[in-house]
C-alpha cells in the first residue's frame, strides 16, 4: 500500500471508530442529560410556586420561558418565569414564581451566576437575600430599600432588600425580574398566557 | 448596543487569560518582548474571529440540526487544527520575517485554549452569528491587551532584582494577579 | 536508551518531570477551576481518565499509524475520550459539570495529553505508557489538590464544604477570585524551583 492510500486508509477508520464510539456514548447519555436539565427546571418550579403538582410551558421567547404551575385538579396556582440578564460579572439565570393575575411575586431562586464570591454571589444565599423575595406586592415595578436593613419587616410591600456590598449585583437581579415581569405582564393583556395548549406536559 | 456591551466585556470584564484563565502558554511563553506579543496577539486575534464564524456555521448548519451536538468536541478540534495550518502557511508566504518571529508558537494555537475555548464558550452562551463573530473579535483584542501588557510588564522585569527561584513563570503569574485584580475593577461597568 | 525500573517510571511524574511545577503544562485548567477542592479532583480525575485511555490506544496502534497523520490521529483519540468524560459528566453528575462549565471540553487542548503521546507513548511499550500516564495524572492531580485546598481554605474557610477554620476566620475572598489563582500558583512554582535549586546546590 502507498503511503497516501495509506494515510487515509488510517484516519478514515480512525475516524469511523471515534464516530460509533461517540454515537453510542451519545444516544446512552442524551436521555438522562435531557432529564436533569428537565429535574432543574421542574425542582426550580416547585421552589417558586409551591404545591404545584403539574406544570407546562405557556409562552418561550426572546430569552424568557413562562410556565403555568397548576395543583392536581388543573387549577392555576400561578406562573413560573425563567429569566436572565447581565449581572456584575456575567450572565444571572433566575426563576421566581408569581400568583396568577401576577400582583405577587412569590418566591425567587437563582439558577445560574458567576458573581464574585462572597460577595454578589450572596443573591444565592436564602438568608442574605432571596428571603426578602417572598411574597413581594408586584403591581408597580419592584425597588431596592438601600441601604440594607436587617429584618424583612422593615421593608415596604414593594421593596427588596440590598446585600452590602453587592449593591450592583442585588440591582442587576431586580433589573432582570422587573424586566421579565414586565414582559409577562404584556402578555398577560394580550392573553397570551391562556393555557392555550394542554399537551405540556 | 447589545453587541457593544459583548464587546468591550470581552474585552475587559470576561477577559480570556484573566477572568477565564484561556491561553496562560502563549501568555507566558511570547510575552517577553512586546513586538512578538503583539504578534502573537495578532495571530491569535486573526485566527479567534475565523474560528468564531467556521464554528458556528458547523454547529448550527451542520451539527444542531442532526442533533450531533456530541461531536462538537471532535469537529471543533479538528477545524481548529486545519485553520491554523493555512494561517501558518499564509503567513509563511507573505511574511517570513513575522514567520521566524511566531517561530513555534503558530502551531502551538492549535492546543491553544483560547481558540478551542472560543468556540465551545459561544457554543454554550448559544450566542447568535453576529454576537459570536462579536465576541470572537472582543476576546482576540483582550487576550492582546493581556499578553501585550504583560510584555510590557516583563520589559522591565528583566532589569529588576527578582529573587531567583521567582524568576521567570513563577514572578510572571504573580503580576498576572495583580492585573487580574485590576481587571476586576472593570466588573460592573456594563450596564 | 537507559532502562528505568517501573517505579522510576511512575515516581517521575509525581516530582521530577510534574506537568505543572516542573513542565508548566495544563496551566488553563489548575487555574480555572481550583477554586473548591471537589471542582480539582473531578478535572483530575477526568483528565486522568482521558490521559491513561489515549495513551493506552496510542501505544497500542502506534506501529499502524503514518507518521504524517500521527497528530490528526491522536486528536481525535484523545476528543473522543474526552467527549466521553463530559458526557458522563453532565448525565451522572450535573451539578460538578455545571460549575466545570467549558473547561472539561478543554480538556482536549491540554497540552499535557497530546504532549505525553508525541514523547512517550508513540515511542514505547503498552505497558511503560500506561505507567507514565498514570505518574503523570497523579502528578497533576496532586498539584490540582495543592492549589485547590489552598485556595478553598483561606478564600471560604471550608475544605470540600466542611468547615474547617473555626468562625474567628475572615475568608480572603481574593483566593477565589482568579487574582488568587495566579498569585498562588504563581508563590508554588517559586517554592518548587527554590527546593530544585537547593537540591542540585547540594548534590
Given amino acids: 500500500m502507498n503511503v497516501t492510500a495509506r494515510m487515509i486508509f488510517v484516519l478514515t477508520t480512525v475516524g469511523l471508530i471515534s464516530g460509533a464510539l461517540l454515537a453510542t456514548v451519545g444516544m446512552l447519555t442524551q436521555e438522562r442529560i435531557d432529564l436533569n436539565k428537565q429535574r432543574e427546571i421542574e425542582a426550580a418550579i416547585l421552589q417558586v410556586v409551591p404545591g404545584t403538582q403539574s406544570s407546562q410551558t405557556v ?143 | 448596543m447589545e453587541l457593544l456591551m459583548i464587546f468591550i466585556s470581552a474585552i475587559l470584564v470576561n477577559n480570556f487569560v484573566l477572568y477565564y484563565f484561556l491561553g496562560i502558554c502563549p501568555f507566558l511563553g511570547v510575552s517577553k518582548k512586546i513586538d512578538s506579543a503583539v504578534s502573537m496577539g495578532l495571530a491569535v486575534t486573526f485566527v479567534m474571529t475565523i474560528t468564531a464564524v467556521v464554528s458556528w456555521m458547523i454547529n448550527h448548519w451542520i451539527l444542531i440540526p442532526n442533533k450531533l451536538e456530541y461531536l462538537q468536541i471532535v469537529t471543533f478540534i479538528l477545524v481548529i487544527a486545519s485553520l491554523v495550518q493555512l494561517v501558518e502557511m499564509f503567513i509563511r508566504k507573505i511574511s517570513p520575517p513575522l514567520y521566524q518571529a511566531l517561530g513555534i508558537y503558530l502551531p502551538l494555537i492549535t492546543t491553544n485554549c483560547a481558540i478551542m475555548g472560543l468556540a465551545l464558550i459561544a457554543a454554550l452562551k448559544e450566542y447568535n452569528f453576529a454576537t459570536t463573530v462579536i465576541f470572537g473579535i472582543g476576546s482576540g483584542v483582550g487576550f492582546t491587551l493581556a499578553i501585550v501588557l504583560m510584555a510590557g510588564i516583563r520589559e522591565q522585569l528583566d532589569v529588576s532584582d527578582v529573587p531567583r527561584p521567582l524568576k521567570g513563570a513563577g514572578i510572571a503569574l504573580i503580576v498576572a494577579g495583580i492585573m487580574a485584580l485590576a481587571f476586576q475593577g472593570f466588573s460592573g461597568m456594563i450596564k | 536508551m537507559a532502562a528505568k525500573s517501573i517505579t522510576q517510571e511512575y515516581l517521575k511524574g509525581l516530582w521530577d518531570e510534574n506537568p505543572v511545577f516542573r513542565q508548566l503544562l495544563g496551566m488553563c485548567p489548575i487555574l480555572a477551576v481550583t477554586n ?168
Fill in chain 1, 59 to 201: 409562552f418561550e421567547q426572546d430569552g424568557i420561558t413562562v410556565y403555568a404551575g397548576s395543583d392536581g385538579q388543573g387549577n392555576l396556582l400561578g406562573y413560573a418565569v425563567l429569566a436572565s440578564g447581565t449581572g456584575f460579572q456575567d450572565i444571572i439565570t433566575l426563576m421566581f414564581g408569581t400568583n396568577p393575575d401576577l400582583s405577587v411575586i412569590s418566591k425567587l431562586t437563582i439558577l445560574d451566576q458567576k458573581e464574585t464570591p462572597g460577595l454578589g454571589a450572596n443573591i444565592t444565599s436564602r438568608d442574605m437575600f432571596l428571603k426578602y423575595w417572598d411574597n413581594k406586592d408586584s403591581v408597580n415595578p419592584l425597588t431596592l430599600h438601600k441601604p440594607a436593613v436587617r429584618t424583612a419587616g422593615e421593608l415596604g410591600p414593594g421593596e427588596i432588600n440590598t446585600i452590602t456590598g453587592a449593591t450592583i449585583s442585588s440591582e442587576k437581579v431586580l433589573q432582570i425580574v422587573n424586566e421579565s415581569l414586565n414582559a409577562v405582564k404584556n402578555l398577560n393583556n394580550e392573553g397570551k398566557l391562556e393555557k392555550e395548549d394542554k399537551h405540556g406536559r
Fill in chain 3, 36 to 203: 473548591a477542592v471537589i471542582n480539582g479532583i473531578a478535572m483530575g480525575l477526568a483528565t486522568a481518565f482521558v490521559l491513561v485511555l489515549s495513551s493506552l490506544v496510542v501505544s497500542s496502534i502506534k506501529k499502524l499509524i503514518p507518521s504524517q497523520v500521527r497528530i490528526a490521529s491522536y486528536i481525535v483519540v484523545i476528543a473522543t475520550f474526552v467527549t466521553m468524560a463530559d458526557r458522563f459528566l453532565a448525565a451522572y453528575f450535573p451539578p460538578l459539570s455545571k460549575s466545570l462549565g467549558p473547561y472539561v471540553p478543554l480538556i482536549v487542548v491540554n497540552c499535557i495529553i497530546l504532549g505525553r503521546q508525541e514523547a512517550f507513548s508513540s515511542k514505547n511499550s503498552i505497558g511503560r505508557s500506561m505507567i507514565d500516564a498514570l505518574g503523570m495524572s497523579t502528578g497533576f492531580i496532586l498539584a490540582l489538590l495543592t492549589l485547590s485546598s489552598i485556595r478553598e481554605i483561606l478564600g471560604t474557610g471550608t475544605f470540600l464544604g466542611h468547615q474547617v477554620l473555626g468562625a474567628w476566620f475572615k475568608p480572603w475572598i481574593i483566593m477565589i477570585l482568579p487574582a488568587g489563582a495566579f498569585i498562588t500558583l504563581g508563590i508554588l512554582l517559586a517554592l518548587a524551583m527554590f527546593i530544585e535549586q537547593k537540591t542540585k546546590a547540594r548534590s
